[in-house]
């Protein structure tokens, strides 16, 4: 099982701590970058579950490209 948590800076490093003494756990940080693409892929994923749903209206390709 994978899972996310988002901890403030000054209490990251004691918790990295207790999870790499756990011999079963393997706990690695990710970069802001990393963070920010996944939390976007989330969103994205969200939106799409909506628009499948009919809850939400799906935009017109042509004038998404025209945007670029």
């Known amino acids: ?6 901890i403030p800076d000054n209490k990251a490093s004691s918790l ?5 003494s756990i011999s079963y756990v393997k706990a690695k940080p990710l ?5 920010l693409l996944m939390e976007e892929i989330k969103e994205a994923v969200d939106e799409m579950k ?6 939400k ?4 390709a ?3 490209l025209n945007e670029l």
């Open 57 to 60: 209206k799906a935009r017109n």
């Open 1 to 6: 099982m994978k899972i996310l948590l988002d």
């Open 31 to 35: 970069t802001d970058a990393k963070a």
């Open 16 to 20: 990295m701590d207790v999870l790499r």
């Open 62 to 64: 042509e004038d998404f």
């Open 50 to 55: 909506l628009i499948r749903a009919g809850k």
